[in-house]
């Protein structure tokens, strides 16, 4: 073999390693997915787990609902694209000043482009802020608060780099005939739908909708169960020459027929929000989380789109982990939205394409394995004292798994005490005062889980925050053989001149 093909040998086994090992996880095959990374959880993954996470199963987009710094951080050089979001609390600050918006961009979006080289690719302004509960609470200010951080953005130099858009809830838009061809927006809100749409199309930004096929089953008790799914059995939905078969495709295309009669048929769409939970209600299961999930993931894979609008949108997958410290007031199932785990283990097995299994979180470091349960000697002369330790309990720590058909909603009395008890001991992070309820808890170290019931134990926080930073990580083992790989290079060059 000549030197000229061993040169040539060389430089494509440097490009693989360069672009294929680190960016192949990140990539995947087929383009790569988006999920939403929630973060209100009382023992959060550490971020660079998460951004990991991220990377072994293929999502090259995230969705943050707020600026976190060591989210924005972790992110940072990573290869995924964000899209950061601003809570609707902050609306009325941002809308009264445009320099109270400059502010922002420059802290949430410039600092970690430049330091960090964090990809920031769209700014999320406000997050369902026109729902029927907000009794127009942001009404008022979300335009003027978009306005205002688009102008930053532009002046911040990074009009081109960064878009500006506002995830709705599927509310904002109707159809008075029962079908997406009816599809217009809702009359209270119409005028200010019409501005905000025209002023994201005038400037290049896109539009952004989240859509629930399983909010549309649980508030329905005649809702057509299948019709929520992707399986093409339900009873279909005729709409002049097009056929639905499922609620999403439905909901999507009452959007673009809202757009098309609005004058906005070509602006691009972004599904913000769409996926299933897996307990906190009848309907949410493990068996139905992973059915629609997979075929939402089929769908993305292929590139698949709505009958009116075949160009497949980008569509992010809620959720990436469960969140224990989300509001449940629309219900028990908002905590457990996740394809994983809160600590990122599996809940259950997905194709995440070309064959490929979804993957674990790895370096999760937990606290000791043992659990606060009733005491076996514990008994209850008055019941009342029981309850009262139980409803303590909760209220500080998250049993929505105890509701009705729930994973552990056949636990018995006992068992029902124990869990409640472990979640605020756990919560509390195992501190020795935190497992007394009324003399009647202990402390074991015999696993307490029982059928589909998971008694948790906490991710360990402190560790992580103590963990030794001189280890290698895996990017600085693929840094340094690519570097071993140039400096071959060198060698064989030199030796050829």
Same mark, same amino acid.
């Given at each position: 073999?000549?030197?000229?093909?061993?040169?040539?040998?060389?430089?494509?086994?440097?490009?693989?390693c360069?672009?294929?090992?680190?960016?192949?996880l990140?990539?995947?095959?087929?383009?790569?997915?988006?999920?939403?990374w929630?973060l209100?959880?009382?023992?959060?993954?550490?971020?660079?787990?998460?951004v990991?996470?991220l990377?072994?199963?293929?999502?090259?987009?995230?969705?943050?609902?707020?600026?976190?710094?060591?989210?924005?951080?972790?992110?940072?050089?990573?290869?995924?694209?964000?899209?950061?979001?601003?809570?609707?609390?902050?609306?009325?600050?941002?809308?009264?000043?445009?320099?109270?918006?400059?502010?922002?961009?420059?802290?949430n979006?410039?600092?970690?482009?430049?330091?960090?080289?964090?990809?920031?690719?769209?700014?999320a302004?406000?997050?369902?802020?026109?729902?029927?509960?907000?009794?127009?609470?942001?009404?008022?200010?979300?335009?003027p608060?978009?306005?205002?951080?688009?102008?930053?953005?532009?002046?911040?130099?990074l009009?081109k780099?960064?878009?500006?858009?506002?995830?709705?809830n599927?509310?904002?838009?109707?159809?008075?005939?029962?079908?997406?061809?009816?599809?217009?927006?809702?009359?209270?809100?119409?005028?200010?739908?019409?501005?905000?749409?025209?002023?994201?199309?005038?400037?290049?930004?896109?539009?952004?909708?989240?859509?629930?096929p399983?909010?549309?089953l649980?508030?329905?008790?005649?809702?057509?169960?299948e019709?929520?799914?992707?399986n093409?059995?339900?009873?279909?939905?005729?709409?002049?020459?097009?056929v639905?078969?499922?609620?999403?495709?439905a /909901? +999507? $295309?009452?959007? *673009?027929?809202?757009?098309?009669?609005? %004058?906005? #048929?070509?602006?691009? =769409?972004?599904?913000?929000? &769409?996926?299933w939970?897996?307990?906190?209600?009848?309907?949410?299961?493990?068996?139905n989380?992973?059915?629609?999930?997979?075929?939402?993931?089929?769908?993305?894979?292929?590139?698949?789109?709505?009958?009116?609008?075949?160009?497949?949108?980008?569509?992010?997958?809620?959720?990436?982990?469960?969140?224990?410290?989300?509001?449940?007031?629309?219900?028990?199932?908002?905590r457990?939205w996740?394809?994983? /785990? +809160? $600590?990122?283990? *599996?809940?259950?097995?997905?194709?995440? %394409?070309n #064959?490929r299994?979804? =993957?674990?979180?790895?370096? &999760?470091r937990?606290?000791?394995?043992?659990?606060?349960?009733?005491?076996?000697?514990?008994?209850?002369?008055?019941?009342?004292v029981?309850?009262?330790?139980?409803?303590?309990?909760?209220?500080?720590?998250?049993?929505?798994?105890?509701?009705?058909?729930?994973?552990?909603?056949?636990?018995?009395?006992?068992?029902?005490?124990?869990?409640?008890?472990?979640?605020?001991?756990?919560?509390?992070?195992?501190?020795? $005062?935190?497992?007394?309820?009324?003399?009647?808890?202990?402390v074991?170290?015999?696993?307490?889980?029982q059928?589909?019931c998971?008694?948790?134990?906490?991710?360990?926080i402190?560790?992580?925050?103590?963990a030794?930073?001189?280890?290698?990580?895996?990017?600085?083992?693929?840094?340094?053989?690519?570097?071993?790989?140039?400096l071959?290079?060198?060698?064989?060059?030199?030796g050829?001149?």
């Open positions: 073999m000549g030197q000229t093909h061993k040169i040539h040998l060389l430089w494509f086994f440097f490009i693989i360069l672009f294929g090992y680190d960016q192949g990140a990539k995947g095959a087929f383009g790569g997915l988006a999920c939403n929630g209100q959880s009382t023992h959060p993954l550490p971020p660079s787990i998460v990991k996470l990377k072994d199963n293929g999502f090259t987009k995230v969705k943050l609902f707020e600026a976190d710094p060591g989210a924005l951080k972790a992110l940072g050089r990573s290869g995924i694209q964000v899209m950061v979001g601003i809570p609707n609390d902050m609306l009325a600050g941002l809308a009264s000043s445009v320099r109270n918006a400059e502010a922002w961009v420059q802290q979006v410039s600092n970690y482009i430049s330091r960090y080289g964090t990809d920031i690719r769209l700014v302004v406000a997050n369902e802020p026109f729902l029927h509960t907000y009794k127009d609470m942001f009404v008022q200010t979300t335009f608060a978009l306005q205002n951080i688009q102008a930053a953005i532009i002046k911040a130099g009009g780099q960064v878009k500006v858009t506002i995830p709705l599927a509310d904002v838009y109707q159809t008075d005939t029962g079908l997406p061809s009816g599809g217009d927006f809702r009359p209270d809100i119409k005028d200010l739908m019409v501005n905000i749409v025209k002023f994201l199309q005038d400037n290049g930004d896109p539009l952004t909708i989240n859509i629930y399983f909010l549309s649980q508030a329905d008790p005649n809702f057509p169960k019709y929520a799914f992707f093409n059995t339900a009873n279909p939905l005729v709409d002049g020459s097009i639905y078969t499922n609620v999403y495709d /909901n +999507f $295309d009452t959007l *673009i027929s809202t757009l098309e009669k609005n %004058g906005f #048929g070509q602006i691009p =769409v972004i599904v913000g929000e &769409v996926g939970p897996t307990d906190g209600d009848p309907n949410g299961n493990i068996d989380a992973r059915r629609f999930n997979q075929a939402l993931l089929n769908r993305i894979l292929q590139g698949q789109g709505s009958p009116k609008r075949r160009t497949p949108p980008d569509v992010y997958l809620f959720s990436l982990i469960d969140e224990d410290n989300k509001s449940v007031q629309p219900g028990n199932f908002e457990h996740g394809i994983f /785990n +809160f $600590d990122g283990s *599996i809940k259950y097995p997905l194709d995440m %394409g #064959g299994p979804i =993957v674990a979180a790895r370096g &999760v937990y606290l000791a394995k043992q659990w606060c349960v009733m005491a076996p000697s514990a008994t209850v002369l008055d019941p009342n029981l309850a009262q330790s139980i409803s303590y309990a909760c209220q500080y720590a998250d049993c929505t798994s105890l509701g009705y058909a729930s994973s552990c909603g056949n636990l018995d009395a006992r068992a029902n005490a124990s869990y409640a008890f472990n979640m605020y001991y756990q919560t509390m992070n195992q501190r020795k $005062d935190s497992c007394v309820f009324n003399n009647l808890s202990t074991t170290t015999m696993d307490p889980s059928g589909t998971r008694f948790e134990i906490m991710i360990d402190g560790k992580h925050e103590l030794p930073s001189s280890n290698k990580s895996s990017a600085s083992r693929i840094q340094s053989l690519i570097m071993a790989l140039v071959g290079l060198v060698v064989v060059i030199c050829v001149h």
